[in-house]
């Protein structure tokens, strides 16, 4: 068995799979270089080739003894023009074209079809189309029922398969296609600890994703279209985590509007006590570059200190020519974004609000006991997540220890702030977990003999949301 690895830092590192990053050799090296959790895109790839992803992490996870997250990232509902003739248009300003529903005909300059004719009745005259994301704009001329005849408004190169956006409009679909579907029972059955679920637009997303999972993995809602944000409270308190999703996001809003929407998500999000995920063009220029710009160091850091739980790698590992550096250079600027004065004073001052229970009331006093004696750590003892989730929402001075006897649930709590999951026996007795808390918070170097412990747990042990204990012990 390989030596247990610690992250000397709270926000975790996604890293998404791809061309790039397939070998056993290349994950490996990624969770070493500092990823936490690792992201299936089921927007491609055979499920025969995520399963060989799946047992390739496992076998890394069984390797250093360290619960690893797996998030498997279902497509949508994802509006794409068809295929053109010559695999590529050139379209015109000013010229008039059409979307219709013939898939078996290739496109041309005149027209094209598209994958969702279910679209067409909010598709009215004056709605305006963005395609490949954003760098093409159309407008609704006229509604054929059948057809759309738009004129273009910004023309360029479209090639085949390009993706379709319309701001503001609320459109008639699942957030789970067909293929959806069949991909998330896939990802279950193979034991993925996270759904990620794309295009969420209504609560009854969320809802509906929730009811086929029933508790087999959380469910992860991207925000990736401005109309979620007029439901973001309902949407957070259905989803287990929220994904800011960036790009699509940034095609339907203004560009200048993102960063707000960035800061408004991570705000409710941490008020709820989810984890919350800052997504898309982190690093992108590290696609062809050994190093990131400037802005994109300043991008990363920006979320740290927006208090997101975890920040993503997505093409910069999937497909780019540095996956690993990307994952070691972005280790390097969250660390240095933690070490921050302005960072350790505003988790300091940050007072949230509670909803007022006993368990968040033992939960804050947890933190605040860690800060007064200086504790090496604060240890949770949990079955279902709630109890170290909480003590994440409070963003204490010292690392959390997050014991469980459910493997699930160690997996799951990697994408949580500060946590570092350790799975453990089931316990049945208190002072149990007390020896229990000790043993581990020396084995793992959070603690050294002498030093104080901060134990919070619910008792019965088993019962959801019943935090009811905190002690105070020292590590032996």
Known sequence: MLANMRRERAAKIISTLGPSST????IANLFEAGADVFRLNFSHGQHEEHKELYDSIRKIEADYNRPIGIIADLQGPKIRVGNFVDKKIVLGNSVNFTLDSDQDKDGDEKRVSISNPEIYPSLEPGVELLLDDGKLKLVVEQNNGDSIDTKVLVGGILSNHKGINIPGAILPMSA??????RDLQFALNIGVDWIALSFVQRPEDVAEARALVVGRAGVLAKLEKPLAIEHLKQIVELADAIMVARGDLGVEAPPEDVPG????IIRRARSEGKPVIVATQMMESMINSPTPTRAEASDVATAVFDGADAVMLSAETAAGEYPVEAVSIMDRIIRSAEQDDH???SNMRERRQTRGTDADAITAAAKQVAQTLNAAAIV???TTGSTTLRAARERPTVPILGLTP??????RLVLTWGVHPVETSHFTEFIDV???ASEVATEEKFAAPGQRLIITAGLPFGTPGATNVLRIVWAE
């Open 23 to 26: 070998s056993p050799e290349v």
């Open 343 to 345: 960072y350790k004073l």
């Open 380 to 382: 949770t003892f949990t």
């Open 434 to 436: 007390v020896n229990c």
């Open 261 to 264: 929407l960035q800061k408004k």
């Open 406 to 411: 459910d493997v699930k649930t160690a997996r």
């Open 176 to 181: 789970l296609t067909e293929k959806d579907r």
